[in-house]
């Protein structure tokens, strides 16, 4: 996970202490993103991450831990959806 990501992902993460470091095991509704905050999320990623999500992988299983949505703007940013 990159700083960049991190540094979007932290504000919608209200449990999340501000000293405490993000792990990719991390589960994001534990540390206090809900699906309202999620939609929000989305929007920063894209202005501040340079990725677009596809509707089609705004899923739970995506926003599960901070690692399997990681692995979502990955596979977004090298194009490699389809074969998700």
Known sequence: ????????LRPHLRYLAADQELRPEDR???LGLNS???????FD????VGVL???DQL?????????TLWQAVES???GDLATR
């Open 36 to 42: 309202m905050q999620a939609i929000d999320l989305v």
């Open 28 to 30: 994001l509704r534990d």
């Open 59 to 67: 899923t739970d299983a995506n926003f599960e831990t901070a690692g």
């Open 45 to 48: 990623l894209e202005d501040n």
């Open 1 to 8: 996970m990159d700083q960049a990501f991190i540094d979007t």
């Open 76 to 78: 977004a940013r090298s």
């Open 53 to 55: 999500l596809p509707d």
